[in-house]
């Protein structure tokens, strides 16, 4: 849309209105698709920060929204990333590399790029609404993962329903594909999505999403310590205390995620994996805290009576446990002992 440009968080919320809209996630990701707000700036690219304030800005308004969005400016910068052909303008895209034992898609050369799949995808956010999917996939051989390019449109793709049990990111719609013969073109070679720098990169965007979702319980205090500020000294205080506690603690954050970006722009080529899995663990550790401090200052009234708030407490807890938890401090430690480091490790 001219005169908007991606990145706009101003242009975000206007696009996107309040938070007790009537469109679904879906709906208002294919109006920000509509609007170009989609076109974010690449990883490492100078403006990461600007990306991150994008998907930031959006999730601080919806998670399941967040999570499509993401998926999708994900999907479209991983293409940029392996050089393949993007899809057509319009197209909406889900990002769907999950791998559990029971959810292992193969495919067979068609000839050129076009395959053939076979197989269930799991774990697929915006299965039933998205034009395209970009998943990963494995050859007969055992060779891959692949990245797959599939649009949705043909009888050989389903999208099956009934996966989700949780009531954290329903909206999302993250359902099971079936692959009986689908077609797709391949996107890289074997090993390209995960070897890429910006595997890591992207992972710290989704860090950028729980962020938001931090703001927004931020500013649930903050509106009850407005509501106080009328009422009794202890209530007065009590709402303080809290809202205090939660400036402490999104401030810290964004400092480490401005952090990030930066290092992130000035290096472009290398790993971000030790970076990423730091900043993912203290915004999971974060967001616990935040979630308590939320309950015990707020009480029962938004989580029964404001829709907009139970929702945000159903769906963050979900969201941020696309984190590894202690597997990633496990990894964390491998990564940045004091021995790989040298003496710089830990200094201020």
């Known amino acids: 849309m001219p005169g908007r440009h991606a990145g706009d968080t101003r242009a975000l919320l206007d696009v996107l209105g309040g938070p007790d809209g009537q469109r679904s996630p879906a709906q208002q990701l294919h ?26 800005t959006v999730a601080r308004h919806d998670l399941s929204l967040a999570k499509l969005y993401e998926g999708h400016t994900d999907a479209l910068a991983v293409l940029q ?11 909406c895209l889900g990002m769907w590399a999950a791998e559990p034992p029971d959810g292992r898609v193969g495919f067979e050369r068609q000839g050129g790029d076009e395959v053939r799949l076979q197989g269930s995808k ?10 395209h999917g970009l998943l990963t996939a494995w050859q007969a051989d055992g060779s891959g993962p692949w990245l797959v390019l599939v649009p949705m449109a043909q009888p050989a793709v389903k999208v099956l329903g009934g996966a989700w049990r949780a009531v954290g990111m329903a909206d999302s719609q993250s ?14 070679g074997a090993g390209d999505y995960l070897s890429r720098p910006g595997f890591w990169q ?24 407005l509501q106080a500020r009328d009422g009794p000294p202890e ?14 603690e999104l401030h810290g954050l964004a400092v480490l995620l401005r952090q990030a970006a930066a290092w992130v722009d000035d290096h472009p080529l290398q790993s971000a994996q030790a970076l990423a899995l730091r900043v993912r663990s203290a915004v999971d550790a974060a967001v616990q805290r935040l979630l308590v401090l939320a309950g015990r200052a707020l009480g029962a009234t938004p989580y029964c009576r404001d829709r907009h708030f139970a929702r945000l407490a ?23 002992t004091p021995e790989a480091d040298g003496a710089a490790a830990w200094a201020l």
């Open 31 to 56: 109006a920000l698709i509509h609007a170009g707000l989609d076109a974010l700036p690449p990883p490492a690219g100078g403006r990461t920060l600007q990306r991150w304030q994008a998907l930031a």
């Open 81 to 91: 990333e392996l050089r393949a052909p993007a899809p057509p303008a319009g197209s």
């Open 122 to 131: 799991r774990w697929c956010s915006g299965a039933a609404d998205v034009t």
């Open 175 to 188: 359902l099971d594909v079936q692959l009986d013969g689908a077609t797709g073109r391949l996107c890289g």
């Open 202 to 225: 992207g992972g710290l965007g989704v860090a950028a999403c729980w962020y938001g979702g931090c703001a927004a319980l931020g500013d649930a205090l903050r509106h009850a310590e």
């Open 235 to 248: 209530r007065r205080h009590a709402a303080q205390v809290a809202l205090g506690q939660a400036d402490v």
């Open 314 to 336: 159903a769906d963050l807890p979900v969201f941020v446990r696309q984190t590894h938890a202690d597997r990633d401090l496990a990894s964390l430690a491998r990564l940045a």
